[in-house]
């Protein structure tokens, strides 16, 4: 068979029927009586062994040197018993998988799966970040084509704006959307698990917490601040407890229980996903009883004073504190160093302070025993460091009721 030039295959005519030009090596132009012509590849089918045609593309989209190079192509395909039919509707799903699992689509999948491993406060702000920082580059991109230099160039503004924490955070976030990638399968491997290291550093900050010496001068200051009840008692409620900000601004009345002296914050509220169970001192049943009247017929023991059916802000706390005069010096989370500290400094057992602050123990058998045995242990702690707060307060009186002699 005579190859076709390309002048023949651009001046070939419709007839009343359509018809087939061959080219040779099973390539041909296929033109039909509306004028239209298209390239087909002839073969026999691996499955029925019968001939039949697979279409290659248009003319002239697709020109006589590349509808060759696609024959020759297929020809290979057919010669190993593929079906070439097959290899396109694979193709088309792949496309069509790629297309629809966008970055921003599979990190969806990733912070549905997330759901009931953080703090809803948690996943809002990381959504927030992906949302910012990462969407408008690489959001409508499939998964699959999401290479290290597009990540870096979606982050490069915010490290030359100096945000260098929100870097190494979006960064990170990045990277747990596509190592969900890989193991949901659709990905064989993370292209961003090294990007982090061509950013800058952030300097490190500790967080800000007074010294132990320091929490007279705290707890007087609280005392004396003109400030809501609501906000005083969470305050000292938080700060006996030693909790998280949120978790104790989100205590609930049906969370305590009166007659063991206990306050049990469910694991879905704990930052590790455990309950937390708290030994209250005489000093926090005090501080119960100082809020009951504001909120004891309400859900939340601190409800919000705006709308009292929610429980107040959990930066309440940092707010007041700058109000009275510790701004930059200590936050709401660092009410819980200045306890870790003090308490370690007296020689409480570190394995029962860790415990007291809800930290997780690495040691999987450690972590068993802790949880069994170290609820009666932390009682005398707790009380220790709740008389040691009543201690702090005298010349005041602090929100307990516990009024001290003036210090001479």
């Known amino acids: 068979m005579a190859k076709l030039t390309a002048r023949e295959v651009s001046t070939a005519k419709p007839r009343e029927k359509a018809y087939r030009l061959g080219d040779g090596g099973n390539l041909y132009l296929h033109v039909r009586s509306s ?25 002239p989209d697709l020109s006589l040197a590349e509808a060759r190079q696609k024959a020759t192509e297929l020809r290979r395909i057919v010669a190993d018993g593929i079906d070439p039919q097959l290899v396109k509707i694979e193709q088309k799903a792949k496309l069509a998988s790629e297309q629809a699992n966008t970055f921003k689509a599979v990190a969806e999948l990733w912070i549905d799966m997330k759901q009931n491993r953080i703090t809803p406060k948690t996943l809002e702000g990381n959504w927030r970040k992906l949302e910012l920082y990462a969407f408008p580059l690489l959001g409508s991109i499939p998964i699959t084509k999401i290479t290290a230099p597009m990540a870096i160039a979606a982050l490069k503004p915010l490290e030359d704006k100096g945000l260098l924490e929100t870097v190494k955070r979006t960064a990170q976030l990045m ?16 292209p961003l698990s090294g990007i982090r290291e061509v950013f800058k550093k952030a300097k490190v900050t500790h967080m800000k917490a007074l010294k132990p010496e320091e929490l007279s001068e705290l707890v007087q200051a609280i005392a004396r601040a003109n400030m809501a009840i609501t906000t005083k008692c969470l305050i000292e409620w938080q700060l006996h407890t030693m909790t998280r900000p949120i ?34 001192s005489p000093q926090c049943m005090a501080i ?8 004891g017929h309400r859900e939340f023991i601190f409800p919000s004073i705006r709308d009292p059916k929610k429980h107040t802000d959990s930066e309440s706390i940092n707010k007041a504190l700058g109000r009275i005069g510790f701004h930059g010096r ?22 029962v302070i860790e415990a007291a602050l809800s930290h997780s123990d690495k040691n999987a058998i450690r972590k068993a025993y802790n949880r069994t045995t170290y609820l009666e242990r932390r009682r005398p702690l707790m009380d220790w460091w709740s008389k040691r707060i009543e201690e702090a307060s005298y010349g005041t009186v602090s929100i307990t009721g516990y009024r001290s002699l003036k210090a001479v």
């Not at 239209?36 to 290659?56: D, M, N």
């Not at 990277?175 to 659709?186: P, S």
């Not at 104790?248 to 914050?265: G, M, R, S």
């Not at 660092?334 to 400094?345: H, I, M, Q, V, Y």
């Open 35 to 59: 004028g239209a012509r298209s390239w087909e590849f002839r073969y026999v089918k691996p499955s029925t062994g019968k001939p039949t045609f697979t279409g290659l593309g248009s003319f």
């Open 175 to 190: 990277n747990e959307v596509m190592t969900y990638a890989v193991n949901a399968g659709l990905i064989h491997s993370n």
């Open 247 to 280: 978790e104790a601004a989100a205590a609930t009345w049906d969370e305590i229980d009166v007659e063991q002296k206990l306050w049990i914050i469910p694991a879905h509220r704990m930052k590790a996903r455990r309950e937390h169970v708290i030994p209250l």
């Open 288 to 295: 119960l009883e100082t809020i009951r009247p504001v909120s």
């Open 330 to 351: 200590t936050t709401a989370h660092g009410l819980r160093s200045l306890a870790s500290t003090t308490l370690n400094e007296q020689g409480f057992n570190p394995d």
